[in-house]
T-cell receptor, first 109, second 116 residues
Framework: DAKTTQPNSMESNEEEPVHLPCNHSTISGTDYIHWYRQLPSQGPEYVIH???SNVNNRMASLAIAEDRKSSTLILHRATLRDAAVYYC??????????FGKGTHLIIQP | SAVISQKPSRDICQRGTSLTIQCQVD?????MFWYRQQPGQSLTLIATANQGSEATYESGFVIDKFPISRPNLTFSTLTVSNMSPEDSSIYLC?????????????FGAGSRLTVL
């Protein structure tokens, strides 16, 4: 049970912002929200994570709802290289990640 | 973050044989995990590789089929035993430093097995 809900696929145009939503309505107070992405023929790679506050790094921004039941991964300016499957994952502690189906992001040139 | 190397990157195997996949991390890590990704599917956690003790398996995975070793803090192996075509998958090793929910996982590129 992945315990997160994401759209199966989304499409965006190159050089435009992309907002990838994730629902995690049963999240506990100590669960972090992680985002990973998997490019074709590669292992997953870390994108960003947060607990309560919005987070920014060089790859993306993470906006977390005030009630923590949902979050949005923001790619500020999508490139063709951002085409991948994006996984939103909630995790508590010492366990491995439980992957859902993720969102297949398609970038149109 | 740690860099993970997996060997082999791909292999074609005959039904009934076994194959061992190696995972080497370039630094000491607290935890190591093995995942399976069947064609067109998401990743499924097989087990947590525990250093110096038996691995902890997820529901649906057993030690006889997927024996795992972790002799030290940088190395682990996964064996896929008595393979059948249903075992054709990508097997991925991952690792993290620390046991907090904030700790990030790093993944290897995967080992793509095809069983004929």
């Amino acid at each position: 049970d992945a315990k997160t809900t994401q759209p199966n696929s989304m499409e965006s145009n190159e050089e435009e912002p992309v907002h990838l939503p994730c629902n995690h309505s049963t999240i506990s107070g100590t669960d972090y929200i992680h985002w990973y992405r998997q490019l074709p023929s590669q292992g997953p790679e870390y994108v960003i994570h947060g607990l309560t506050s919005n987070v920014n790094n060089r790859m993306a921004s993470l906006a977390i709802a005030e009630d923590r039941k949902s979050s949005t991964l923001i790619l500020h300016r999508a490139t063709l290289r951002d085409a991948a499957v994006y996984y939103c994952i909630r995790r508590g502690g010492a366990d491995g990640l439980t992957f859902g189906k993720g969102t297949h992001l398609i970038i149109q040139p | 973050s740690a860099v993970i190397s997996q060997k082999p990157s791909r292999d074609i195997c005959q039904r009934g044989t076994s194959l061992t996949i190696q995972c080497q991390v370039d630094s000491q890590v607290t935890m190591m995990f093995w995942y399976r990704q069947q064609p067109g599917q998401s990743l499924t956690l097989i087990a947590t590789a525990n250093q110096g003790s038996e691995a902890t398996y997820e529901s649906g995975f057993v030690i006889d089929k997927f024996p795992i070793s972790r002799p030290n803090l940088t190395f682990s192996t996964l064996t896929v035993s008595n393979m059948s075509p249903e075992d054709s998958s990508i097997y991925l090793c991952s690792a993290k430093q620390g046991s907090s929910g904030a700790n990030v996982l790093t993944f290897g590129a995967g080992s793509r097995l095809t069983v004929l």
